[in-house]
T-cell receptor
Framework: DTGVSQNPRHKITKRGQNVTFRCDPI?????LYWYRQTLGQGPEFLTY????????KSRLLSDRFSAERPKGSFSTLEIQRTEQGDSAMYLC?????????????FGQGTRLTVV | RKEVEQDPGPFNVPEGATVAFNCTYS??????FFWYRQDCRKEPKLLMS???SGNEDGRFTAQLNRASQYISLLIRDSKLSDSATYLC???????????FGKGTMLLVSP
């Protein structure tokens, strides 16, 4: 499968625990995005990497959230001290800087439930 | 005013009907526009880009009106399989990220 891969697909955690999600983008894509989506809403931007550099972060990204892309390939999103309000689908997308349009390809997401 | 606004619907139409969705965006300098489709509990997938001159892909037609800051999606001869949420997406100037609307739900019935 050459698409965007996210792991795990589902995560249930107790409030206060830390969680980490992984995203493997399409191999030739140098741009990687994290979005969060809750029921009835569109995806909300969290952060963006170009290669290994984190270039943009949303105001939504509190200090409990951190993302890395150490070698410009896969990325991790960590949430520390999870809260019930963190329950959502976390989507990763990748795109290439080549070409005119910025078509982003999404992974299937990690559904987080904080209990 | 929200950056990208859509009527959430749902739009309930019979098979074979023609249906249109509009989306407005707040930043007049926005450069790129897209329609994504999202099936229930699935990831968004690109349906089509929206070009200034308008573009068509089979039963789907997208148009951009820069003066009024809206884009539209027209679906002709609706199929049951068109039932999904349609997300309006805008690339804001100076940013590499895509800003999504909340989506418009379409339900096509037999």
């Amino acid at each position: 499968d050459t698409g965007v891969s996210q792991n795990p697909r589902h995560k249930i955690t107790k409030r206060g625990q830390n969680v980490t999600f992984r995203c493997d983008p399409i191999s030739e894509h140098n741009r990687l995005y994290w979005y969060r989506q809750t029921l009835g809403q569109g995806p909300e931007f969290l952060t963006y990497f170009q290669n290994e550099a984190q270039l943009e972060k949303s105001r939504l990204l509190s200090d409990r959230f951190s993302a890395e892309r150490p070698k410009g390939s896969f990325s991790t999103l960590e949430i520390q001290r999870t809260e019930q309000g963190d329950s959502a689908m976390y989507l990763c997308a990748s795109s290439s800087i080549k070409g005119g349009d910025t078509e982003a390809f999404f992974g299937q997401g990690t559904r987080l439930t904080v209990v | 005013r929200k950056e990208v606004e859509q009527d959430p619907g749902p739009f309930n139409v019979p098979e074979g009907a023609t249906v249109a969705f509009n989306c407005t965006y707040s930043n007049s300098a926005s450069q790129s526009f897209f329609w994504y489709r999202q099936d229930c509990r699935k990831e968004p997938k690109l349906l089509m880009s929206v070009y200034s001159s308008g573009n068509e892909d089979g039963r789907f037609t997208a148009q951009l009106n820069r003066a009024s800051q809206y884009i539209s999606l027209l679906i002709r001869d609706s199929k049951l399989s068109d039932s999904a949420t349609y997300l309006c997406v805008v690339n804001m100037p100076g940013y590499s990220t895509l800003t999504f609307g909340k989506g418009t739900m379409l339900l096509v019935s037999p």
